[in-house]
């Protein structure tokens, strides 16, 4: 392994561990009304289903290939127009407006 690649997984490794979703959906779910025990609750049945899936994914991954299982979890939501909306936002054009009538 050279430098510059050590160096970007060390970069990579990092960065990867600062998340900034979690105070957020902390504070989203308790304004919500959520008990703090409420909230627990909800953590740990995301955080079981995020480990009971695992198994199976890695297995499939293993049988049909990473690329494979990464395009096909990629198609449903191919159908979605808000896909459309959030990719045009981050491309700076703003919301698309729909005209009355067409």
Known sequence: MNARTLTIFRLYQLF???VFTGPIWAVF???RGLSLTQFGLV???LHVGMLAAQVPTG???DALGRRKLLVAA???G???PRRGVCAAHRRGRGLPV???GA
């Open 16 to 18: 990867n561990g600062i």
């Open 78 to 80: 191919r159908g979605d």
């Open 98 to 100: 729909r005209r009355a």
């Open 74 to 76: 990629d198609l449903p």
């Open 43 to 45: 953590e740990a049945a």
């Open 59 to 61: 297995a499939l991954a």
């Open 29 to 31: 779910l308790l304004s």
